[in-house]
């Protein structure tokens, strides 16, 4: 499968915001996309979901109300719009694709296809 390729990361101060974007090769054949983070030190974590059908979305408790997933579909792309970041959102953000049930939407080990990761560094 080809790999997603994510950009947008880089170093911004604490309050300010950034939006990451994914290309999905292929995102017709997904029903799900997503964006999992990996603090140093710390597993990696799931942030934010989209049905590919419908736009519905999950976050995690964490960023819930700062970050905003969305999707352009007729362009293979995935966004997360990242307001009023804190030093703890300091990770390297993933990019996922898959086709689980919904119940499983926050679980990375059903993702089948995954980008190289960008670095989002945010200083105080």
């Known amino acids: 499968q080809a790999q997603l390729v994510e950009s947008g990361g880089g170093l911004v101060q604490a309050g300010e915001s950034r939006r990451l974007s994914c290309r999905i090769p292929?995102?017709?054949?997904?029903?799900?996309a997503a964006w999992f983070r990996q603090a140093p030190g710390k597993e990696r974590a799931f942030v934010a979901a989209?049905?590919?059908?419908?736009?519905?979305?999950y976050y995690a408790d964490s960023v819930k109300d700062r970050f905003t997933i969305s999707k352009n579909n007729a362009e293979n792309m995935v966004y997360l719009e990242m307001n009023k970041l804190k030093p703890e959102d300091t990770a390297i953000y993933y990019c996922a694709a898959g086709s689980q049930v919904l119940s499983s939407i926050r679980d990375g080990a059903l993702y089948k296809a995954w980008g190289q990761g960008t670095q989002v560094t945010v200083s105080s």
């Open positions: 292929g995102f017709s054949s997904y029903t799900n």
């Open positions: 989209i049905r590919r059908y419908g736009g519905y979305t």
